[in-house]
């Protein structure tokens, strides 16, 4: 159980669908935001990272999906669309150049993955989802 709270109102696009899942993603990042905190060996720290971020990761993609979704459905005329689904493209990248540091062994990946893993969604958020929210809800999304 996470007891790190990130989430914050500032966050809402003003889409539910959208802002549930977002939720849910802070929640996982609040348990990743743990593993920064020097508890127990660099190995159990690695271990419960790898687990946490195959889970965010799964969870990301059902969200992307989930986002394009609504894009394609409502508001595909709107040219941010390509630069949106640009963003998600350049998050699955950037997560296995992680990946392959790790599987390199490279340890010190734990904290640059979750900084980086945190401060993608807070941005990725303001800048990019909440003009997709507003996009939406001229579409008539709520
Ligand atoms: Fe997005």
């Known amino acids: 159980m996470t007891t790190l709270d990130l989430w914050k109102d500032d966050y809402l696009v ?4 959208i802002d549930q899942q977002h939720k849910i993603l802070f929640a996982m990042l609040g348990d990743l935001l743990e593993l920064r905190e020097d508890v127990g060996s660099i190995n159990e720290r690695v271990a419960k990272l790898a687990s946490l971020v195959e889970h965010l990761n799964n969870y990301a993609v059902y969200h992307f999906r989930t986002e394009e979704f609504l894009i394609h459905r409502y508001v595909a005329s709107d040219i941010s669309v390509v630069a949106h689904k640009e963003a998600h ?24 993955l979750i900084d980086f893993i945190y401060g993608w969604w807070v941005s990725h958020i303001m800048e990019t989802d909440k003009g997709l929210g507003k996009a939406l809800n001229q579409a008539g999304v709520h």
């Open 14 to 17: 003003g889409v539910d669908k």
């Open 89 to 112: 493209g350049s998050y699955a990248n950037s997560m296995q150049g992680f990946e392959g540091r790790f599987q390199a062994g490279d340890v010190s990946v734990v904290n640059d």
